[in-house]
């Protein structure tokens, strides 16, 4: 099993293009299925999540084809409608194909989908606004069967959580069906505009989209267009953050800041320099890293759950007391026990974690137990004092392109071994 070997207390410093979104080409690829003709996608990130959705379009018998960042799709082959276990239970994404192919098909069967361990993630939310539209819902002991046979009809729908893959879902399933839908207390998420945007410029009529209600009027047919997904701002805030644990300087490009402002106050607040324009974040770390006090995961605009593994190394090497409250995935803190092993002062009870700062980390064989907890220990090992072995790190790779050549390019002592 591939594992980093991580020597720690190099300053990183230079400049880095960013990667598109993870969370944007996924439902992005699943929406493709909607259309009818070829759909150009650009600024794909190489990732493992992003082949395990070619493999799904593929076995529902579209073409897909990945060539130099960009992927292209054509639906219009479209005859398979059960998408199999070995495939679903590998990501947890796969439940967005559930809405467009119960729209454009009326039928689909699909095994519950896998993912990162970070505790129960119902899709209650998809199901109960599906039906809402007109669909019937079979839930067996591993698959769904959903049918629609009169056709999904526009519905007023209102999330009791803004959650973004019901947001998706439910917004893929209504560009098709008859009628006015209306989505209340959607998320908002950066990531829905992305969606949105590519889908409306498939002939979908959507409005409102970042906003917390959205609007859909549903239309007969979408036709193939052209897409670049916007760049991934948990990836940006990542290389931020290693810049500043380490000391360094960094500029990060081919980000939209607004899309991150939350991650970045954050890293004011902790002393570093940050100055942003458009496109780019430019980060200068302090002498000493100063303690967050106090960081709430929320729903968009709000600190991201995504980001708070990332901030949980950064404030252990900082000088003061941090608090950390998770108020989205009850298995958010898998990091901490590692963190603890290279030195880190942690207190956890429920959904708080109280982090004493110290000024010295120490290297550590660690092991990632889900994506953004594993980028978590890299960002630790490359500020700690001596060598640490990450293992795990497929779950690192399903969101990071090129993780290791890119924090080699900055400086770091890192190689996959």
Not at 232 to 238: N, Q, V
Not at 329 to 340: A, D, G, H
Request: with cysteine.
């Amino acid at each position: 099993m591939d594992r980093y070997e991580i020597t720690g207390g190099r300053r990183l410093a230079g400049e880095l293009r960013v990667q598109g979104a993870k969370n944007s080409i996924l439902p992005i690829l699943a929406a493709t299925v909607l259309t009818k003709g070829q759909c150009a996608i650009h600024n794909c990130p190489d990732l493992s999540d992003t082949a395990l959705t070619i493999d799904i379009l593929r076995t529902l018998g579209c073409r897909a084809d990945w060539r130099q960042g960009s992927i292209f799709v054509d639906a219009g082959g479209l005859s398979h409608l059960e998408l199999p276990g070995e495939l679903t239970g590998k990501i947890r994404s796969s439940i967005v194909f559930l809405g467009p192919l119960l729209a454009r098909c009326g039928w689909v069967k699909i095994a519950y989908p896998g993912g990162c361990r970070l505790g129960p993630r119902p899709i209650d939310l998809h199901l109960d606004g599906l039906r809402q539209m007109g669909a019937f819902v079979k839930e067996e002991e591993q698959h769904l069967l959903c049918r629609v046979p009169e056709g999904l009809k526009g519905a007023r729908i209102i999330l009791s959580f803004p959650s973004v893959g019901a947001t998706e879902n439910l917004m893929m399933a209504a560009v098709l069906a008859k009628g006015r839908t209306t989505l209340i207390n959607c998320a908002c998420e950066p990531e829905i505009v992305d969606l949105a945007n590519f889908l409306n410029r498939c002939g979908a009529k959507i409005y409102g989209a970042g906003e917390n209600t959205i609007e859909i009027d549903g239309v007969c047919v979408l036709h193939g267009c052209e897409h670049i997904i916007i760049g991934d701002r948990i990836a940006a805030a990542t290389y931020l953050a290693a810049a500043s644990m380490t000391g360094g300087e960094i500029t990060v490009s081919g980000i939209e800041p607004e899309n991150l402002m939350s991650m970045l106050a954050a890293l004011q607040k902790a002393g570093n320099e940050v100055v942003w324009e458009k496109n780019r974040c430019f980060l200068k770390a302090p002498d000493h890293l100063r303690a967050l006090a106090q960081v709430r995961t929320m729903p968009y605009p709000g600190f991201p759950t995504d980001g708070l593994p990332l901030f949980l190394s950064l404030a252990a090497v900082s000088r003061g007391t941090s608090v950390f409250v998770e108020n989205i995935f009850e298995n958010r803190y898998s990091s901490i026990p590692c963190l603890q092993r290279m030195g880190a002062s942690i207190r956890q009870e429920g959904k708080v974690a109280v982090v004493e700062g110290c000024a010295l980390l120490h290297g550590a064989d660690v092991c990632a137990e889900d994506l953004r907890g594993g980028a978590g220990l890299v960002l630790a090992a490359l500020a700690a004092q001596g060598v640490s072995h990450v293992e795990g790190i497929e779950w690192i790779e399903r969101g990071y392109e090129y993780f290791c050549e890119n924090l080699t390019a900055l400086g770091a002592e890192i190689r996959k071994k």
